[in-house]
């Protein structure tokens, strides 16, 4: 199986200084709002809130900030209603992309979005044009340093596959399974570094150095919207 987004490695190992920026928190809690709102606030019941809220801790987000998200989504304070948006497009050398984004204004974001990737190199395709190219997963990075025995438990939990990626495991689940998976890994003592569930390409594409370059700087100016959450692509490293 493919690795994740490049781009999300890029990210992750940018998550400290990331966090100290407002835009951070801003984007943490928008998501911890939008998935009260789904499934409710009661993280005993809502797997994807406990997620995402360790999320936050890891980013060294203020519990108040955690809490006034938590209420927003369910209703008990005022918030703009906001909505899951995923938009889909290519990126220089023909990289696939898709971008995943949480708004109070979709047409707003879609024009957004658009432009960004037209002065970038990139273009806007329209539902489905390339989401057939990456599988729905869940998404644990692990960190050990016995990498044998981190992918053997990580079998032994019921992963569907594992891949080294820069010093980290990533371990690969079905989507329902990654709580039950991220449990077992902790009971054996690993270090779990996030858990997410995103799109994970189905093949990674060979691209140039060039071509590279030019989507990190694609990447990083989607990255800069507030609207934008994650996004993934399937160029390889």
């Known amino acids: 199986m493919s690795g994740h987004s490049h781009w999300k490695t890029i990210k992750f ?20 709002s939008m998935i009260a709102k789904e499934g409710g606030k009661d993280i005993t019941f809502n797997a994807k809130l406990r ?8 980013f060294n987000m203020p519990a108040d900030n955690i809490e006034r998200a938590i209420k927003k989504g369910a209703g008990e304070l005022e918030g703009g209603t906001l909505e899951s948006v995923l938009f889909e497009g290519y990126g220089p050398g023909g990289v696939a992309i898709i971008v995943e984004g949480i708004t109070d204004n979709k047409n707003r974001t879609f024009n957004e979005i658009r432009q960004i ?3 970038n190199g990139g273009k806007f395709v329209g539902e489905g044009g390339v989401k057939w190219m990456f599988d729905r997963k869940g998404v644990i990075i692990v960190s050990h340093e016995n990498k044998e025995e981190a992918e053997l438990a990580a079998i032994e939990a019921g992963a569907d596959d594992v891949s080294r990626d820069q010093g980290f495991l990533d371990v690969y689940t079905k989507p329902e399974e990654i709580e039950k998976v991220k449990r077992a890994l902790e009971e054996k003592g690993l270090k779990i570094e996030s858990a997410s569930i995103g799109w994970v390409a189905k093949e990674n594409i060979a691209i140039s150095e060039t071509d590279k370059k030019a989507c990190e700087k694609l990447f990083e100016a989607l990255d800069g919207s507030d609207d934008v959450q994650e996004i993934y692509s399937n160029f390889k490293e």
């Open 117 to 119: 990737l037209t002065q």
């Open 13 to 32: 190992k940018k998550g400290a200084a990331d966090a100290k920026k407002g835009q951070a928190f801003s984007k943490l809690a928008r998501e911890i």
């Open 51 to 58: 997620m995402v809220i360790e999320k936050a801790r890891s």
